[in-house]
């Protein structure tokens, strides 16, 4: 049986001077607002965390080419810095995630974004192979729990049937900008082939200009978060500005326990047990026991499979589309081309993401992937290459949003930062496997090879979550019990 101090939103009792029980009911508060009760301010700045995480994700693959002339470097030599920023990623994920569990999601999300932004920033300034991988290594340390972290945060404070709106609407946003900054990279790398790339490096430090809007006033903690710490005055506080923000009812709660003649203080009381928790999180071991090693396999086993293929594609897409016969101009033009996508997905998954199981979406969206690979080895040249690219990409975006959301549904409040980094954090190890696996298949048999082997991975990932529980529509405790 799992721990009731764990539980997200456990409506713990909270002691009144009168002797009446008096509770903040987490869930129910937040799920009876009409939309996230989030600043402006504090949703820009998430829109800055999402778009120059993926942006650091996505432009290694535009900057290959160059990178291997500039640093005189050989194709498998490039195993070295991916390898190294994705365990970085694995490491910052759990370093992070544990800071967000115990100290609070803002803080957690401050330090891996300055992290972040100092190692894209000085990728720019490598000077051969050695520094270019302790530099993705240290990228890659902040990039680790930026997107787990932003995704538990919006589970945290949205309404249950905004969950996975709201942050489908963060990320069409930023894959607009993603797509402009991709095309405008083109007449960069073209003009300057000695500098381009570190232009493009170094834009990615701009991420620090995010830290001037997740700052206290424009990113308050989570609610969910002060109430499970045992910080009750503090989440009720947040919670009432949050209702006012968006003209919601205050103290749904609160309100009805009155009309069931039960006096409740308009500020609860703090329980000086629950205080004496509030710098505990769940340790990390007991994600790897029931009831939750059942959920954590599965995470583990989704995204460890599915970022081999993921990585073993975006890393590479030029060379593997060379190697089946496009010219490196029109693989590098296809391989923007691709980015595309990243606006229509978020766009149907707007009217998708709240009527679907999250589940269900993730396995269509490996299903597409896995048609995407397999158009690539049809013999119609550039129409194929054209096409499958953009099958893929767009499996690969219509996974991406659901398996975020539930990968930070289905754990309790005071461990779903660190299951949620762990998850995503230590599935990202595959993405370290995938130089191990695609480059020597890719030179010592070919593209069309690679391709059979990606698609198989990307197939087996969408089976493991097949196994997972149902989470739409529900409340974080139902879903967490």
């Given at each position: 049986m799992s721990d009731p101090r764990f539980e997200p939103g456990s409506a713990q009792g909270v002691p009144a001077a009168d002797g009446h029980t008096a509770a903040i009911d987490i869930d129910a508060r937040i799920d009876a607002m009409p939309r996230v009760g989030l600043s402006a301010l504090g949703g820009t700045g998430l829109l800055l965390c999402y778009f120059f995480s993926n942006y650091d994700i996505t432009v290694l693959a535009l900057v290959v080419p160059a990178l291997l002339r500039e640093l005189q470097v050989s194709v498998l030599d490039l195993t070295h810095p991916v390898v190294w920023n994705l365990v970085g990623y694995c490491v910052g994920a759990y370093a992070f995630g544990r800071v967000a569990d115990r100290f609070g999601r803002r803080r957690g999300l401050v330090l891996t974004i300055l992290v972040l932004g100092l190692g894209g920033g000085l990728s720019a300034l490598s000077w051969d192979l050695a520094s270019f991988t302790f530099f993705r290594f240290l990228a890659g340390c902040g990039m680790g729990s930026v997107l787990a972290l932003c995704s538990t945060y919006i589970g945290e404070i949205a309404p249950k049937n905004k969950r996975g709106a709201y942050l489908v609407k963060l990320y069409t946003v930023q894959a607009v900008l993603l797509i402009a900054v991709g095309f405008a990279s083109l007449p960069i790398l073209a003009s300057s082939p000695t500098y381009g790339w570190r232009i493009l490096l170094a834009f990615g430090g701009l991420a620090l200009l995010a830290l001037f809007m997740i700052n206290g006033r424009g990113l308050h903690e989570s609610p969910r978060w002060l109430h499970a710490a045992g910080r009750t005055r503090e989440a009720e506080r947040l919670l009432l500005a949050m209702e006012r923000r968006v003209r919601s009812t205050p103290g749904v709660q609160a309100a009805a326990a009155r009309q069931d003649g039960v006096e409740v203080p308009d500020v609860a009381p703090a329980d000086p047990g629950t205080e004496a928790r509030a710098d505990q999180a769940m340790p990390t071991l007991a994600l790897f026991r029931p009831p939750y090693l059942r959920r954590m396999l599965i995470i583990l086993g989704f995204w460890f499979i599915y970022y081999i293929a993921v990585?073993?594609?975006?890393?590479?897409?030029?060379?593997?589309?060379?190697?089946?016969?496009?010219?490196?101009?029109?693989?590098?033009?296809?391989?923007?081309?691709?980015?595309?996508?990243?606006?229509?997905?978020?766009?149907?998954?707007?009217?998708?993401?709240?009527?679907?199981?999250?589940?269900?979406?993730?396995?269509?969206?490996?299903?597409?992937?896995?048609?995407?690979?397999?158009?690539?080895?049809?013999?119609?040249?550039?129409?194929?290459?054209?096409?499958?690219?953009?099958?893929?990409?767009?499996?690969?975006?219509?996974?991406?949003?659901?398996?975020f959301i539930y990968t930070a549904e289905i754990f309790p409040t005071r461990a779903r930062g660190t299951a949620s980094a762990i998850g995503d954090g230590l599935g990202h190890l595959g993405g370290a496997v995938a130089p191990l696996?695609?480059?020597?298949?890719?030179?010592?048999?070919?593209?069309?090879?690679?391709?059979?082997?990606?698609?198989?991975?990307?197939?087996?990932?969408?089976?493991?979550?097949?196994?997972?529980?149902?989470?739409?529509?529900?409340?974080?405790?139902?879903?967490?019990?």
């Open positions: 990585y073993g594609f975006l890393s590479y897409t030029p060379l593997l589309l060379e190697s089946l016969g496009a010219s490196p101009s029109g693989a590098l033009f296809v391989t923007v081309l691709g980015r595309l996508v990243t606006i229509i997905v978020p766009l149907l998954m707007m009217a998708l993401i709240e009527r679907i199981e999250r589940r269900t979406l993730i396995v269509i969206g490996t299903l597409i992937m896995a048609a995407g690979l397999l158009v690539l080895l049809v013999p119609l040249g550039q129409v194929a290459v054209s096409a499958g690219v953009l099958l893929i990409n767009f499996g690969i975006n219509f996974v991406v949003m659901p398996a696996v695609v480059l020597p298949v890719l030179v010592g048999f070919g593209g069309a090879a690679a391709v059979w082997v990606l698609t198989g991975l990307t197939l087996l990932s969408g089976l493991i979550v097949t196994f997972g529980v149902r989470t739409r529509n529900r409340s974080l405790t139902e879903i967490a019990s």
